[in-house]
């Protein structure tokens, strides 16, 4: 037996340094959280086994990466403290400063050491992320009340907010499935005949980025349920929803020349908005009933207290009688004002000789204060009473769009004949059934859509074949969106579904060529292919339109049976399109054979009787790619293409 050579502790420490590196110059150039561990495997050019075999997540390379910084600087002071005589404060920071300066040389450590302290922040994880969701939305808030800002102001706070984590990465399926497309076009929210523009990015954030835990998606599900089933809840919900978008749009609104009235008006509205929660949602068993107990916990609580004595306060300060002289004629002659009742219950009256005892405690302290600024101060501190609150609301509004976008999304394909549902979600290693399954995009586009039916046994890897122009593509769409929509917890393009729970989704559907691509088409084609396996985890779902088109078919066909022969090592469940018919036969004929170890599945697009496309799918594979058919839709015949030459010719000799 040969025995393998031991790795050197010096070859450890390299490849170490190589991940730390790698991580280093994604963080610097995408931040902490927008890096992803793929894009760490991809910088540093390794596998995922070699990388976890140092590091045990992203958050470990973190880690390291500060404790080397942290490291560095101590270690350079603590040498200056070792020395006697002690060094002066001025020398130990200027030694500070230049090891800063040193480590900084290239690679931006400004940059990484403010992502690392607020990294340093994040204790516990949840806490954090829901930190960091209040606090964006919190600054956001007190600047509109102060000045007024615009939509895109809250839109970009709320796109950053929390959601249940994912382990889904968006930017391996949403360009190709042209999820941002659907969520705008499709969510809307529209209330008595007017539409409200929604929270897009939010939005397209909720439905690519499916929870991890079942009890999220089971949510989700409850709560359209419960608005499908009781209209007085689904009314609830968008009264709450109009009250809310009234507040925001007073805080969007520029500022007006008397700023005290429209923050007066904004904080009606906040009142107005908590009364409809508390008020709300009678008898919900879904979470739509947490808004009615978040309604009511505000209105208990002090903040609440003092926004109704401020409101009041402005409303009834005081209470005048009056005395009126009318003429024989029935004109008024005069108007006396006989008494003046100050509404002194209130907690933010004063008398007018407190009000004038402390304008002269602040004058002699040397301070200017005018009565307008007492007044802001009030309202400013009225706000900061309710901003936690009025913070959690505005993400609301976001998690309403999200349910009332579902409804106007299965509203819109009831409307083209075609329904969608609630699917079944079981277990990954469970058959795939889908019965009238649509591509809700050619809905959006207004083409008819045909329903299909889809399955698919346990880990298959299903090739599709069958003419161009058959619906293919859009097949792998569909079933993309299906199994996103699925996992987000709203209704599946499908009549009816029993959809495997998938671990992440990666399509590719089209690869568009750049002028500054790395390589040719058939280099593409092999990049497509890596980047399918480095991104894919076991159990996810790929969707592949035309594997393997960049090449001759000989050369072609082996790469393709490499890549079908190693998805089902991969453990995922896959959908591969290829033209190459010859090849798909002679795979099919191969699982059929004694012994086959199968794995394959195989699905052609139906034709009628005039071998035209019917946008449905049957199993089997393809016999021709109907290009005959195509060309003479097209106009690519010889007698075509010979009559336009011999007009061409006629006109030149005109």
Known sequence: MVSMPRVTQEHLDARRRQILDAARRRFIKNGFHATSMQDVLTEADLSAGAVYRYFRGKEDIIAAIADEALAELTGSVTDMLDTDPLPSLEDVVGQILETVGRMDSGQELANLALQIWAEALRSPALAERVAQTVNGLRDVLVFAFATGTSPESFEGALAAAAIPPSTWRRAGFARDLYVDELVAKTFKVTIDGRSYPASTRYLAKLVSEPPSDSRDVELRRNVLRELDATPGVHADLEQVYVATIKLKTLLCAARQPAPRTRRIEILRAARELFDRMAASFEGASSAVARVRDFGAAVKASEGYRRLVALLDHEDNQASLDLRMRVGADGEVRAIEIVGIRENRNNPFFRSWLRRLVVRFILFLRGHRTTGDEVVERILSDVLTGIEDALVLSFQVVGDIEFYLGAL???????????????????????????????????????????????????????????????????????????????????????????????????????????????????????????????????????????????????????????????????????????????????????????????????????????????????????????????????????????????????????
């Open 408 to 654: 106007a999304l299965r509203d819109r394909a009831a409307a083209a004949g075609l329904a969608m549902a609630l699917p079944t979600l079981v277990e990954p290693g469970d058959p795939l059934a889908i019965e009238g399954l649509f591509n809700p995009l050619l809905v959006l586009a207004g083409v008819a859509a045909k329903a299909c039916d889809v399955q698919a046994g346990p880990g298959a890897i299903v090739v599709v074949t069958g003419p161009n122009s058959g619906g293919k593509t859009r097949l792998l769409q569909a079933i993309g969106l299906a199994q996103c929509l699925s996992q987000a917890g709203l209704f599946a393009p499908a009549r009816s579904a029993r959809v495997p729970r998938a671990s992440g989704l990666f399509a590719s559907l089209f690869e568009e060529a750049r002028a500054d691509q790395p390589e040719g088409h058939l280099g593409m084609e092999l990049l497509r292919i890596r980047r399918c396996f480095d991104e894919l985890d076991p159990g996810a779902l790929v969707v592949i339109d035309e594997l393997c088109s960049g090449t001759n078919p000989s050369e072609g066909e082996e790469i393709a049976r490499l890549v079908l022969s190693l998805l089902p090592e991969l453990g995922v469940r896959g959908f591969v399109t290829t033209h190459l018919l010859s090849f798909a036969a002679s795979l099919a004929r191969e699982s059929a054979a004694p012994g086959s170890r199968g794995g394959l599945e195989f699905l052609q697009v139906e034709l009628d009787p005039q071998e035209r496309p019917t946008y449905g799918f049957v199993p089997g594979v393809a016999r021709t790619s109907l290009a005959h058919k195509t060309a003479e839709r097209l106009g690519v015949t010889r007698d075509e293409l010979i009559a336009r030459i011999a007009a061409k010719r006629a006109a030149r000799a005109r």
